[in-house]
């Protein structure tokens, strides 16, 4: 960062930063020399090849010193070092040295190379050296466009150099197999991809002289598919059994008689490449396979055991590679060779791996590894399920498992390639394919498939058992015990129990995104001659393979020198392999093909440096001033012999502990270079500290885990369920602490090597990880040890605990003699959290070293306080912890049982008496216990719990004789609890209080972070969220409330659901359903349920709702106290599409009551009528489809009595009737053509009548009187228009708060009306698209009520018009709700079988009712608007008419007395309905009027055939009036004989557009439209002023209407007759009404000659 972001505490220290010692390599005396020529410059980062070096300054500037002969000029040696000056002006980020090349990479991630280019190693083609810093470009050719790759580190060898991109894939350009690329041609200029590697996330690269190693993420763990028994190709076992004399011998060795067995379709081979890994096998060339065996292309192999590892090593790609034994990587064609070859193994060699494998060595790290030959492993990799199976039986017979070394014998993961898991080839991709690069291609895909489906092999931070799968998968012998089981039964045990408690993966992905990662794998390709790349044989590798044995050793860094490797792992441990000619490993153990821990003196290595042929450790000290170790050659001066020595083990090199505080050491060939940090008001030493207690605190809290709790894990019997279930838990929040403990170590490590800004530190920036890790943990130990986990514990532990005394004395740091186990568990597992006070200590300390006035010392002071105060908090959670445990100690064991619960704590309790219960009986004793989430009551044998989160308290006050007392109120108790003491009672109060506030909150973990703890609120809330199950209230017995509350009750939104199933969701008033709710009543018989949602009051349903029937029945209305009371729907039938009947009336108390239409589906019938408890009763109409029509008296549900009966063609009987359809007495029958018959009638309608009577031929001349008689009367015995829907007006007069029409108070009605638009929008809200943007306009206009003060003009009126028209826009409105419901039933009534004919007069009747009845509503509310028929006067400045076409003086609108505006129910209120009715109204007019609509149609589409003038003569038109010219199309023609629909079109077009209109009055509009046209026209013709007379217009009139072509225009007529305004009957419409009705009747009747 640039220095003057810095603050200047931190500024003063930045001179005595990164400054650079360089040494002599090759000896343990030696004395640092600071570099000359950097004054005051501060090196972050320094590299050294074999003669040079390179450094980076803070400013992004890059020096090299040393020999540097690729500059032009002299070669000689550089001391001071020199600026790049072609890098300037770039700011490098790092910088990387070859043997003899450089590397620098910029902020934007450019790459620049110069040096040696022998090898191409500098990516430049032709030309051996590279004296500048020259860019490279690298472009990945796989994304289109070209898109050039961001790099963030780089390495250098001797001949290759690599790459990271900031994708994290590998780059690589130079030659020799080390770069892993797929070629053959070297050198490599353009730089390519390591394929082999894409996709994964490569963590970090280093590079060696000829190998190459990466830091690779691990995959995650993905889920076992279950492993088939048998082959899925020739479905025989895939186990086999075979008895031995003394052993049984399990083989997996399956193969299929069928061929090749095809699992996940991929061809398996089971020929094997004798390389280890197979690409480079087949790439090879003669050069290169120095290193290589012959090939041996057999089916057996050597099984060896590795020493640190699993012997069956996994291809690099993930498969298992079941061609490579361990030890040498060869393969043997018979059983002689393998004896052979194995005499020939050094003695060592083979002995170690040997004795290791079967744990005897002495000198192992830790038993872990040392039982991990015979403890079967977690099902982690592939292979383990069965191996755990075999050894678990093992196991119980009680014998160690050894493995056999038959050659021959395939290793055990040989036998996953049947099983789902990720089989492809076997081992390598065989001989048989062509090595050509598809081939290749094939297998990275394939590889890249395969890891992902497969995952590696599970490491520690997943699995806390994690070493132990190790040395499991190999061939098992087993004693001949065995032989009679079968291995089926065999793998059920081996399923049924692993373990008592296997933990869960526990590390976090959040961590892992902000800290580095320690579940990673070591890969390493290239040369192998030495051991370096540490696979177990000295082979190279032309492809990244994975150095199986590191897998779960958390690798945080790697290290390569010459010729050998450096991994550093999270535990401070170094694990080296490779050359060790000069004791550069730091051990002395054989073979150095595989890694193995390096012996440091020192308290934990954090860096490492692998030079040319010696190896530097960087390891905490005493006093956290690093230590600098140093193994390789030794030269000893004193005897001038100069022979060569090599350490035994790493020597501290005393010398560089003076210099400073050492920041990153770099190794190279000749030099050793150390950075150093003066420690200035000790901010280094903080630092130091802060990293070398992390990484101590890490290795502690790894040994507890890996040798206490795993152990501990595996003991049997660890009590109940819930007591492991909480180990489990406790195990696996340790496991989660310590992997972030582990990461944090290795982030702080890293820390060091770069900047050193405080305000990057990870527990500063990512304070909340360290928070929530170590409250979550403490969470889980403290509720472990409330359940008396470690007593529990302590039992089946004490064998083993008592032998690890020193062990456990030594990691609890408890010395003291004599030691309760339990009391050491608890020290054990209690230990972390006094880091938390080392953290706020370490933070504080840094803080002093920043001014106070900067933001790094506010940030730090902070951040320490957070830490401090969550320290505090846990510390208070644990007293808690041990308070509670102590009370369940004491408490009587019966009700602790029920009691105790893992999170629950002891607040206070009353067993000193301070608390009773008033009014308590005197013997009676009760006793009060009041947890963190419930108040419980004991007594002698009872208790009841009171949950905190429904409990109310309030003090009593003192006047009220209640001293001391505390209301406890409780959704169904209430009770005074009297205290001995005001004390006592302040106590309670407050601890109640608080204990129900924390219970609300649910953040008793949590605390404000940095706030100094949580101040608690004195007054939990009165209203509140919480869930309840009630236990005694006789109606919601047993049933779970959840939702708002109100001191005690139900209120407000919430849930409740009864233990029969039944639920209700909505609102609650006072603990009672109330407001808008759902209510579900599950069926048992039907196995559905009823469902309703609409209004509750009181507990009941009452208002507007819906009820599904689980019969299929669906009520739509209102209810009243459960039951269907007022207007409603009901529908009945399976699907309510096809329902078979429906009702839609009024319902008194759940029964049909008052009028109603019943519409008989099935039978095909309407009844429109009265109704009492469900039946037709009184008057009422009935209609069927086959066009008969009733209308008479009904009686209980039956048609009896006086009535009417019309069929289709006319024939009606008036007259007494018994039942449907039955004619019984008296009665008139009279036929279509007017003759009637008098006299008795019995039976039914259409099946045969018995007739007693005189029959009448009325003469000719009485006919027309007569016959339509009957018709006349129609209407007479139905319901009277005003009688029906009453039920709905008196709804929505009750809706304005009315008790019956008109009887109310007005401004309450217009309250009554804001509040129902207010609530029904909000409701909607929550469900916002219900309402579109119109719909909520409207609504909002509507919140404005029309003022009417003064006088009432036209202009009020028409306010009112549009508040009407907008009011029955919505239904949320009550007028508009009204106005909905009407359209419904009439509707219902009209549609279907009630299109009948006869039944228009009753529709139209019924609108005027509808008309009357909501102007009486209008007026209600619009008191000033003046009574039907009344006018409203003009205003002057109103014109005061216009100019009529059929006078010559002007005329007003109407010819009413006086001029002005009628205010008539039409007028005012048809536009709003009969747009909304005019369907259903018209189709009876069109049905009415069919006979006559046919002839006047016929008539139509004759004289339609003539041309114009044609017609107009025949109609008598006068020829003055016959326009001479036309428009056509907009221009002027002459009129000729065959010219066709060309006259008077304008006013044809206009009369067309009445069938467009609704309401009589737009109608009567378009008709004196259509005449204004006419005279327009005829005006034109004439050019001169005259005056009609109805003599010449009628037939011009005629003309327009037969031109005009209207199909209904009789239905127009009639609809225009029935519904217009009664006053302008006699006006200027009226009487052009007249003349229109008159042209239809001529039509009708025109003769044509």
């Not at 302590?794 to 408890?814: G, T, V």
């Not at 239409?1157 to 469900?1174: L, N, S």
């Not at 205010?1463 to 209120?1469: D, E, P, R, Y």
Request: charged fraction near 20%; proline fraction near 5%; hydrophobic fraction near 35%.
């Amino acid at each position: 960062m640039d220095s003057q972001e810095r603050s200047s505490g931190e500024a003063e220290g930045a001179k005595e930063r990164g400054l650079v010692y360089v040494w002599k390599a090759g000896s343990c005396s030696v004395t640092p020399e600071r570099l000359p020529g950097l004054s005051g410059k501060t090196v972050l980062q320094a590299a050294l090849g074999i003669h040079h070096g390179l450094l980076l300054t803070e400013g992004g500037e890059v020096y090299s010193f040393g020999k540097l002969p690729w500059r032009s000029g002299p070669e000689e040696c550089v001391n001071s070092p020199i600026l790049e000056n072609t890098l300037l002006g770039h700011r490098i980020i790092t910088v990387a040295a070859g043997s003899f090349h450089n590397g620098a990479v910029t902020e934007s991630g450019v790459v620049y190379m110069w040096g040696d280019n022998s090898a191409g190693q500098c990516a430049v083609a032709n030309q051996p050296c590279v004296p500048e810093p020259q860019l490279v470009s690298i472009c990945d050719c796989e994304t289109s466009p070209l898109l050039s790759v961001r790099i963030l580190q780089l390495a250098c060898g001797e001949e290759h150099t690599l790459a990271l991109s900031l994708s994290r894939e590998i780059w690589a350009w130079g030659s020799g197999c080390q770069l892993g690329l797929i070629t053959t041609t070297f050198p490599v200029t353009k730089p390519q991809k390591v394929e082999h590697l894409a996709g994964r996330v490569v963590l970090q690269i280093a590079c060696g002289a000829y190998h190459s190693l990466a830091l690779v993420q691990c995959l995650p763990v993905q889920e076992m598919k279950p492993i088939p028994e048998r082959c899925n190709h020739c479905s025989q076992p895939l186990i086999t059994m075979m008895d031995k004399e003394d052993h049984v011998i399990i083989s997996d060795s399956h193969c299929c008689p069928l061929g090749v067995a095809l699992s996940d379709n991929q061809p398996e081979n089971h020929v094997f490449c004798p390389s280890s890994d197979t690409p480079e096998g087949k790439s090879l060339t003669a050069g290169q396979s120095e290193d290589c065996q012959k090939p041996l292309v057999e089916q057996h192999r050597l099984v060896g055991l590795e020493s640190d590892g699993p012997s069956g090593l996994s291809s690099s790609d993930g498969r298992e590679d079941s061609g490579i034994s361990s030890l040498g990587n060869t393969l043997f064609s018979d059983k002689k060779e393998v004896k052979e070859y194995l005499i020939g193994l050094s003695d060592n060699s083979l002995n170690e791996s040997l004795n290791k494998s079967i744990c005897t060595e002495p000198e192992q790290p830790s038993q872990e590894e040392q039982l991990a030959a015979c403890i079967p492993g977690p099902p982690g990799s592939s292979t383990s399920t069965l191996n755990s199976l075999v050894a678990s039986c093992a196991s119980a017979v009680g014998v160690r498992v050894a493995a056999t070394y038959e050659a021959g014998a395939l290793s055990l993961k040989k036998v996953m390639n049947f099983y789902g898991t990720a089989s492809s080839e076997a081992g390598s991709q065989s001989g048989s394919r062509s090595p050509g690069p598809e081939a290749l291609k094939d297998s990275r895909e394939e590889q890249v498939r395969l890891e992902s489906m497969q995952g590696k092999k599970s490491s520690s931070l997943v699995d806390i058992r994690e070493e132990e799968s190790e040395g499991g998968s190999r061939r098992l012998s087993l004693p001949g015990l065995l032989s009679q089981v079968s291995p089926r039964l065999l793998r059920k045990v081996g399923r049924a129990k692993m373990r008592t408690v296997a933990l869960t993966p526990t590390y976090s992905g959040e961590a892992d995104a902000l800290l580095p990662s320690l579940r990673t794998e070591v890969w390493s390709w290239g040369k192998g001659k030495e051991g370096q790349l540490g696979h177990g044989d000295v082979l190279p590798r032309l492809q990244p393979l994975c150095v199986k044995s590191l897998d779960g050793k958390e690798v945080i860094h790697l290290s390569a020198g010459g010729h050998h490797s450096l991994a550093l792992t999270a535990k401070s441990q170094v694990y080296s392999w490779g050359s060790n000619i000069s004791g550069q490993l730091g051990h002395l153990n054989t073979p150095t093909t595989v890694p193995r821990l390096a012996k440091v003196c020192g308290d934990g290595i954090w860096t490492t440096a692998a030079g040319l042929d010696y190896s530097l450790f960087l390891a905490d000290e005493k006093d956290f001033q690093p230590g600098l170790y140093y193994c390789g050659q030794e030269t000893s001066t004193e005897s001038n012999l100069n022979e060569n020595s090599c350490t035994k083990s790493p020597v501290l090199l005393v010398a560089c502990s003076k210099i400073g505080y050492i920041s990153n050491v770099i190794a190279g060939g000749d030099n050793c270079l150390a950075l150093v940090d003066k420690n200035l008001m000790g901010y280094i030493a903080s630092l130091h500290e802060l990293a070398a207690t992390e990484r101590r605190f890490y290795f502690k809290l790894s040994e507890i885990k890996s040798q206490v709790l795993r152990p501990l894990l595996g003991l049997d019997n660890l009590g109940n369920a819930n007591t492991i279930q909480l180990l489990q838990e406790m195990a696996s929040r340790f496991s989660k602490l310590c992997y972030l403990i582990g990461q944090h170590g290795a982030s702080l490590s890293s820390f060091l090597h770069g900047v050193k800004e405080a305000r990057s530190l990870a527990i500063l920036k990512h304070s909340s990880l360290f928070l929530d890790s170590y409250t979550e943990y403490c969470t889980s130990v403290t509720n472990f040890l409330v359940m008396g986990g470690f007593t529990v514990l302590a039992k089946p532990a004490i064998d083993f605990l008592s032998k690890n005394q020193e062990l456990l004395q030594k990691l609890s740091e408890k010395n003291e003699e004599n030691l309760q186990l339990v009391e050491v568990l608890n020290a054990l597992f209690f230990m972390p959290f006094g880091r938390l006070h080392s953290y706020a200590r370490t933070l504080l300390k840094l803080a002093t070293c920043f001014e106070v006035a900067s933001p790094e010392y506010q940030k730090l002071q902070d951040s320490s306080s957070c830490y401090e105060s969550l320290a505090v908090h846990l510390s208070r959670k644990m007293k808690e912890a041990e308070y509670t445990l102590g009370f369940w100690k004491t408490f009587p064991g019966k009700m602790t049982d029920s009691l105790r619960k893992p999170e629950r704590r002891l607040i206070c309790e009353s067993s000193n008496r301070g608390l009773s219960l008033q009014h308590a009986g005197r013997f009676s004793v009760n006793w009060f216990i009041l947890f963190n989430d419930a108040l419980v009551h004991a007594q002698f044998s009872t208790h009841h719990i009171f949950p905190l989160s429904t409990l109310w308290v309030e003090a009593l006050s003192e006047e009220a004789g209640n001293v001391n007392g505390l209301k406890i109120t409780t959704p169904e108790e209430q009770f005074v609890l009297v205290s001995s003491t005001p004390q006592e009672k302040t106590k309670w109060l407050r601890a109640i209080s608080q204990a129900v506030d924390q219970a609300l909150r649910g953040t008793s973990d949590m605390i404000l972070y940095g706030a100094g703890g949580n101040v608690p609120r004195q007054e939990p809330p009165i209203s509140r969220s919480a869930k309840y199950t009630f236990y005694k209230d006789p109606r919601f017995k047993d049933a779970v409330y959840d939702g708002r509350w109100l001191s005690g009750k139900p209120h407000g939104r919430g849930i409740l659901k009864w233990a029969d199933g039944r639920m209700y969701s909505g609102t609650f008033r006072t603990g009672l359903e109330d407001g808008y709710g759902e209510y579900r009543v599950p069926n048992k018989a039907l196995n559905k349920e009823d469902h309703y949602v609409g209004y509750w009051k009181e507990g009941k349903m009452c208002g507007h709702g819906v009820y599904s029937y689980a019969t299929g029945e669906v009520y739509e209305g209102c209810f009243q106290d459960n039951m269907r009371h007022g207007h409603g729907l009901l529908r009945s039938g399976k699907l309510t599409s096809s329902s078979p009947s429906m009702f839609i009336g009024q319902w008194i108390m759940d029964k049909k009551s008052g009028y109603g239409v019943f519409d008989d589906i099935t039978r095909g019938e309407k009844y429109m009528g009265m109704w009492q408890d469900d039946l037709c009763q009184g008057n009422g109409v009935v209609v069927t489809q086959f066009g008969l029509y009733y209308e008479g008296a009904f009686s209980t549900n039956k048609m009896m009595g006086t009535g009417i009966l019309l069929s289709e063609d006319d024939t009606v009987y008036e007259g007494e009737f018994s039942d449907n359809w039955t004619l019984s007495g008296k009665g008139t029958l009279t036929l279509p053509n007017g003759d009637y018959i008098e006299g008795l009638f019995s039976g039914e309608w259409g099946s045969g009548i018995k007739i007693t009577g005189t029959y009448f031929k009325p003469s000719l001349y009485e006919n027309e009187k007569d016959k339509p008689k009957a018709l006349r009367k129609l209407g007479i015995l139905a319901v009277s228009p005003d009688e029906k829907w009453k039920a709905v007006f008196e709804e929505c007069w009750n809706q304005l708060g009315c008790e019956s029409p008109g009887q109310g108070d007005r401004w309450k009605a217009w309250d009554n009306i804001a509040v129902a638009l207010t609530t029904n929008r909000r409701q909607h809200k929550d469900s916002p698209e219900l309402l579109t943007r119109s719909h909520t306009q409207t609504l909002e206009s509507l919140e404005f009520i029309p003022q009417h003060i003064g006088a009432f003009t036209l202009e009020k009126y028409e306010n009112i018009k549009k508040y009407l028209i907008k009011a029955c826009d919505t239904p949320l409105h009550p007028l508009g709700k009204l106005v909905e419901t009407l359209v419904a039933v009439y509707r219902m009534t009209y549609v279907g079988v009630g299109a009948n004919r006869r039944l228009l007069q009753e529709a139209v009747r019924e609108i005027k009712s509808y008309l009357k009845r909501i102007f009486q509503l209008v007026r209600f509310l619009f008191p000033d608007l003046p009574e039907e028929g009344s006018t409203i006067p003009f205003l002057a400045t109103e014109p005061k008419g216009r100019r009529s076409f059929c006078s010559a003086k002007c005329d007003s609108r109407s010819e009413s007395p006086e001029p002005g505006y009628v205010v008539t129910s039409f007028g005012l209120l048809l536009p709003v309905l009969l747009p909304r009715l005019y369907p259903p109204l018209f189709m009876l007019y069109a049905l009415d009027n069919e006979r006559e609509e046919d002839v006047y149609w016929e008539c139509v589409l004759r004289l339609n055939k003539q041309t114009d003038l044609a017609l107009l003569s025949f109609l008598g038109v006068q020829a003055k009036f016959w326009p001479g010219t036309v428009s056509i199309l907009g221009e002027s023609r002459k009129v000729s004989s065959n010219t066709k629909d060309a006259c008077f079109a304008s006013a044809v077009e206009c009369l067309q557009q009445i069938s467009t209109t609704f309401t009589p009055a737009d109608k009567l509009k378009v008709i004196q439209q259509t005449f204004e046209e006419i005279s327009q026209s005829v005006l034109e013709t004439l050019q001169e002023d005259f005056l009609w007379s109805m003599d010449d217009l009628f037939p011009v009139f005629l003309y327009v209407v037969l031109r005009a072509r209207i199909r209904n225009l009789g239905s127009e007529v009639h609809l225009i007759e029935d519904l217009m305004d009664p006053y302008l009957q006699h006006g200027e419409q009226g009487i052009m009404f007249t003349t229109l009705k008159a042209c239809y009747y001529q039509i009708q009747h025109e003769k044509l000659t």
